[in-house]
């Protein structure tokens, strides 16, 4: 890892950062639950010359440096997992089942740092940083969005900690980085009966094998080989007894994909294979497929923008363009109101220990990476109130 450009004040509050992260670590908080992290965060930034709200959406934050246009929102969640943590660091979870296993305690102390360095600079425009609640699948970003917090913003940037770019490097992609997140339900009905006479009833857990295969064959038959799409059906439930044929069948999944025309398309692509299916076999079958995140898909400008501040930290060749991943972020809502990047920052260490995948129990990061994101935000948004 190579020298990095820190600003003064970065390295003069880097222990302080460390400490910060540590402590929210120590204290995970579940889906709009954040209320400690949220009162954690307002005491570190309050007397600091911010405009600070809270119960934003929820339990959100909001933190706002300098006035006047353009507005620039920077945006950090801080939402921890239903996980038992199983590292055995100093600063490991002291709450019984729950985990900061994403790495969303790190974003939430470099937005509050970041806020605070802001905050003591003259600033031509308004940045305004919001901590998010509930990242994690629960609609954090649609809670805080409706109330406001995308009014008047010309520009959104985000940033993750990423376990998958090594520490010293940032990761920066124009165009599809994340793909959009659909649930899906299908119920398969049939009528039940002995499981010794499968003639006298319509057997739901055979329809359900079949639509199960079938289903796979939207991705591989139907859609084009260039373009990427998954759908995974991650449960099966159905019957109790071994020999009772069951009088239905549930299956839950999830759909993932980039472009929005294909996504669309998907609902009905899934209901006529299963229906059809289903029925070809006796039974029945409902499809409910609720939408969740759009595709984080990034700006041309806004990816400009945090390129030169991202080669500003760590240099021209740490800068690199991160494979884009089938996992989901609801960065991508903010998206929708204004253009915008999110940006991978390097968090993985092979000598240091930090490899594990994000949502692993034993997910923790290096934390060298917290000021290198801490110093991205600050010149992100320099780079973007003078663009
Ligand atoms: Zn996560
Ligand atoms: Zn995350």
Redesign the pocket.
């Known amino acids: 890892m190579s020298a990095f450009n820190f600003s003064p004040e970065v390295t003069a509050i880097e222990p302080e950062l460390v400490a910060l992260r540590r402590d929210l670590h120590q204290h995970p908080e579940l889906a709009f639950q954040e209320t400690r992290t949220a009162a954690r965060i307002q005491a570190f930034l309050e007397g600091h010359g911010l405009s600070l709200r809270s119960g934003i959406g929820g339990t959100g934050v909001v933190a706002e440096a300098g006035k006047g246009s353009p507005t620039i929102l920077l945006r950090v969640d801080m939402d921890g997992?239903p996980i038992q943590e199983l590292n055995a660091t100093p600063y490991v979870s002291q709450e019984l089942g729950r985990m900061h296993?994403?790495g969303?305690d790190g974003h939430t102390a470099i937005g509050a740092v970041a806020a605070r360095i802001l905050a003591s600079r003259g600033l031509p425009g308004r940045v305004r940083f919001v901590f998010q609640p509930a990242?994690?699948g629960e609609g954090g970003a649609q809670a805080v969005i409706r109330a406001g917090v995308m009014d008047g913003v010309d520009m959104a940037f985000g940033i993750h900690l990423w376990n998958e770019l090594p520490i010293g490097t940032i990761g920066v992609k124009a165009g599809p980085l994340m793909a959009s997140v659909d649930r899906l339900r299908i119920v398969i009905r049939g009528r039940g009966g002995h499981g010794a006479k499968p003639h006298r009833a319509a057997d739901p857990v055979v329809a359900a094998a079949h639509v199960v295969t079938a289903l796979q064959t939207i991705v591989s038959r139907e859609v084009s080989p260039m373009q990427a799409a998954v759908i995974t059906i991650a449960s099966i439930r159905s019957g109790e007894a071994f020999n009772v044929i069951p009088e239905e069948a549930i299956l839950t999944g999830t759909i993932r994909t980039f472009d929005p025309e294909l996504r669309s398309s998907m609902p009905a692509r899934i209901a006529r294979v299963a229906r059809g299916v289903a029925s070809g076999l006796q039974c029945r079958a409902d499809v409910e497929v609720r939408a969740g995140n759009p595709a984080v898909i990034n700006d041309t400008r806004a990816a400009a923008i945090a390129r030169r501040a991202a080669v500003r930290v760590v240099g021209e060749k740490q800068v690199v363009e991160p494979e884009p991943t089938m996992g989901g972020e609801d960065m991508a809502c903010y998206f929708e109101k204004a253009p915008g990047c999110f940006v991978f920052v390097g968090s993985e260490n092979a000598e240091g220990g930090f490899t594990e995948p994000?949502?692993s129990p034993r997910f923790d990061f290096d934390e060298r990476a917290l000021a290198v994101g801490c110093e991205f935000l600050l010149q992100v948004a320099a780079e973007a109130l003078s663009a």
Do not use: D, R, W
Request: some cysteine; glycine content about 0%.
């Open positions: 997992l296993a994403c969303h990242e994690e994000h949502h």
